[in-house]
């Protein structure tokens, strides 16, 4: 019997606590995350605050847990977006063949041709910032690689024999690509999903700490890594821990949909 990787359970545990910081907050904290006691400014990590406290005597552990639910629901909005538009342009461009499939992927050729957050970043000018308008800005970057994915699973599965008997049995275009063609092609996009909730999470924590994201004094990873900075050569702990599990969810993202590639490829195989 295969017993599960140490690294892939402590991948899934990482993203559990990671969503029940954003589902039940009071939980793990009974801390305000937005009134602070200024006697208390700038106090190391202890037992008493976990992760110390920031400029104003706010608990940080605190704001980091109640800040999930910001960064998760943003990342789960930018997955969301990706995944949706990606799969129709991949689904039609895959499908269709000729030069709606040359005029679809010229299309993604240029979204690929420029870089995520730059095209993230012009998509927020247009929109305004705003935790939702990142979200939406971080998921029309990641629109070509869901594409590309998805076009290509597409032409695979449907030069397969039961799709062309499908086909070749009367059934409508359209209810072949619903019934077999879609639900057979997704498998490898599902684990893309897994790394761009990683990615997404990356990129709207990036934007937080530009300045595009939530406005303070919501406690969003990003900007709690944005409000630290200034303190960094004498309260390490208000950039380096929220970091540290900035990055902590982002790597076990990672983890956990190398293992869903590596399941889909044995499958296929």
């Known amino acids: 019997m295969n017993r599960p990787k140490i690294g892939l359970v402590l991948a899934w545990l ?87 499939d040359d005029a679809i992927m010229r299309f993604v050729d240029v979204l690929l041709s420029v870089p995520g957050l730059l095209l993230a970043l012009t998509v927020i000018i247009l929109l305004g910032p705003g935790t939702v308008n990142v979200a939406i800005a971080v998921g029309i970057g990641s629109v070509a690689a869901f594409a590309r994915l998805s076009r290509a699973e597409v032409v695979r599965v449907r030069r397969t024999d039961y799709v062309e008997a499908a086909f070749g049995s009367g059934g409508r275009y359209t209810t072949v690509l619903r019934r077999h063609v879609l639900p057979n092609s997704l498998g490898p996009v599902i684990a893309l999903a897994a790394l761009q909730f990683g990615l997404a999470i990356l990129a709207i924590s990036t934007l937080g700490f530009l300045g595009y994201g939530a406005e303070p004094p919501t406690p969003e990873w990003g900007l709690l890594i944005s409000e630290g900075r200034n303190y960094l050569a004498t309260s390490w702990w208000l950039t380096s821990l929220p970091g540290a599990v900035v990055v902590s969810v982002v790597l076990a993202a990672g983890r956990i949909s190398r293992s869903l590639g590596a399941d889909l490829g044995k499958d296929r195989a």
Do not use: C, M, N
């Not at 106090?43 to 400029?55: K, V, W």
């Not at 639910?69 to 789960?76: C, I, Q, R, T």
């Open 14 to 100: 990482v993203i559990g606590v990671a969503l029940l910081w954003a589902v039940v907050p009071g939980v793990f904290t009974g801390h305000d995350p937005i009134a602070g006691v200024p006697a208390e400014k700038l106090q190391a990590p202890s037992g008493q605050h976990l992760f110390g406290t920031d400029a104003v005597g706010r608990d940080l552990f605190a704001r980091v847990v109640h800040g999930a639910v910001h960064s998760l629901s943003g990342a789960f909005v930018a997955v969301g977006v990706g995944l949706l538009l990606g799969t129709l342009l991949g689904l039609l461009a895959g499908s269709a063949g000729g030069l709606l």
